[in-house]
């Protein structure tokens, strides 16, 4: 039972390049989330879904997509990286009103 | 807009010691509040969650209250050990299980 689990766990990226972002969950939970992490900023909200098929904006939206193609999956997709996007983001799942479980975490530099 | 505020950044602390870390919120329509621990280069693992009807929860040492009226929430670490090392993050529901977060408290217990 992995829980939650991130892909990559490291990524160099240069300007202008894009990536994707993978969070996969054996738990069955219908609800996940993309966050960002940095320094005086805390975890901020970028993009969560409700279930399969399902996506939503959150708090910082811009120069993201994602996509739930699969109840297990939430891809979080940079079109076109920029030095800002630098950060750490964390997956999480959720089933209803209890506890969110996360991702390890994907430390994402973009030069 | 919610705002969670954590007092103070950052404690230091001899072991053995019991403390009180504070988390504050502006708007008291929540549905519950979680207090998360989180390790260096780690994600963030669930500690408590106090639902929107509840006071408080306990779990071994720790102990979480809430009292929405008042926006404020405290985590209680009782005898506290080296291994509590860590930053304590706060986060609250608004719906949709969207958390809005902290910035945590970054806690350092001394032997």
């Known amino acids: 039972n992995a829980g939650v689990t991130q892909t990559p766990k490291f990524r160099v990226l240069k300007t202008g390049q894009s990536m994707t972002l993978l969070c996969a969950q054996d738990m069955n939970h219908e609800y996940m989330y993309w966050y960002r992490q940095d320094p005086g900023m805390g975890l901020r909200l970028i993009h969560y879904?409700?279930?399969?098929?399902?996506?939503a904006k959150g708090e910082v939206p811009d120069g993201y997509n994602v996509s739930r193609l699969k109840k297990q999956n939430f891809l979080l997709g940079l079109e076109s990286a920029a030095p800002s996007q630098t950060s750490v983001y964390f997956c999480?799942?959720?089933?209803?009103?209890?506890?969110?479980?996360f991702g390890q975490g994907t430390r994402l530099t973009v030069v | 807009k919610q705002e969670v505020t954590q007092i103070p950044a950052a404690l230091s602390v001899p072991e053995g010691e019991n403390l009180v870390l504070n988390c504050s919120f502006t708007d008291s329509a929540i549905y519950n509040l979680q207090w998360f621990r989180q390790d260096p280069g780690k994600g963030l693992t669930s500690l408590l969650l106090?639902?929107?009807?509840?006071r408080e929860q306990t779990s071994g040492r720790l102990n979480a209250s809430l009292d929405k009226s008042s926006g404020r929430s405290t985590l209680y670490i009782a005898a506290s050990q080296p291994g509590d090392s860590a930053t304590y993050l706060c986060?609250?529901?608004?719906?949709?299980?969207?958390?809005?977060f902290g910035q945590g408290t970054r806690l350092t217990i001394n032997p």
């Open positions: 879904s409700v279930g399969e098929g399902t996506t």
């Open positions: 999480a799942t959720q089933r209803g009103n209890t506890e969110a479980f």
């Open positions: 986060a609250v529901d608004q719906g949709a299980q969207k958390l809005v």
């Open positions: 106090i639902q929107s009807s509840q």
